[in-house]
């Protein structure tokens, strides 16, 4: 069975700080994918990373796919209380069924 | 467009009982999904169909059952509803079967007494 570690589970920062949320596996996947989820509310995709070693930016939010495609990481700059929520990494272990293995996720409170 | 549509959204059920999740989506995609939210265990996929005509289980699919009625609409049932079964259902839709982004509706929260 895959599962993906996603760390930390709770992060709780004032606002101006920089945080990492890691998503961590021992298997390999075609593709990863990262959702923020509002409460009451379904996720909604932020970014999908496919190639080892990608990088890719969302203004303020950095994500990274590891170069084995086994892990990646999700940076944000300067937190604002607008980017509260619960994010989730979700690693698709093929690429042709849609197929998703969703992390635990990592819910995030930027206090002003 | 309304997107993906789920209802109920609030549902409390006595263990035993029967019930049907709907699903419904206005994007014309192929592929369709529904999964479960616990606390601290992510979305945990339950059945999918990556076309009209297909259903394929997930990773726990025990209890339930699903059909694909249209490209549309995707039903998910508990012919016997069980306290474990208590949790948010999310339905979500894609293109098509692959690596694309999955829509998903407002989500139904399943109580079993």
């Known amino acids: 069975t895959q599962l993906l570690e996603q760390s930390p589970q709770f992060l709780s920062i004032q606002e101006g700080e920089n945080l990492t949320v890691y998503c961590n596996s021992s298997s390999v996947f075609s593709s990863l994918q990262w959702y923020r989820q509002e409460p009451g509310e379904g996720p909604v995709l932020l970014v999908t990373?496919?190639?080892?070693?990608e990088v890719k930016k969302l203004k303020r939010l950095t994500f990274q796919f590891g170069d084995a495609r086994k892990d990646s990481s999700l940076h944000i700059t300067a937190a604002q209380p607008g980017d509260t929520g619960l994010y989730l990494c979700?690693?698709?272990?093929?690429?042709?069924?849609?197929?998703?293995?969703f992390g635990q996720g990592t819910t995030l409170q930027v206090k002003p | 467009n309304a997107g993906v549509t789920q209802t109920p959204k609030f549902q409390v059920l006595k263990t035993g009982q029967s019930m049907t999740l709907q699903c419904a989506q206005d994007m014309n995609h192929n592929s369709m999904y529904w999964y479960r939210q616990d606390p601290g265990m992510g979305l945990r996929l339950i059945y999918y169909s990556a076309s009209e005509g297909t259903t394929d289980k997930g990773e726990v699919p025990n209890g339930y059952n699903v059909s694909r009625l249209n490209k549309r609409e995707f039903s998910l049932r508990l012919e016997s509803a069980a306290p474990s079964q208590t949790s948010v259902y999310f339905c979500?839709?894609?293109?098509?079967?692959?690596?694309?982004?999955?829509?998903f509706g407002p989500g139904t929260r399943l109580t079993v007494l």
């Open positions: 979700a690693g698709a272990p093929s690429s042709n069924t849609g197929k998703l293995i």
């Open positions: 990373v496919v190639t080892g070693g």
């Open positions: 979500a839709s894609s293109a098509l079967a692959g690596i694309y982004e999955q829509f």
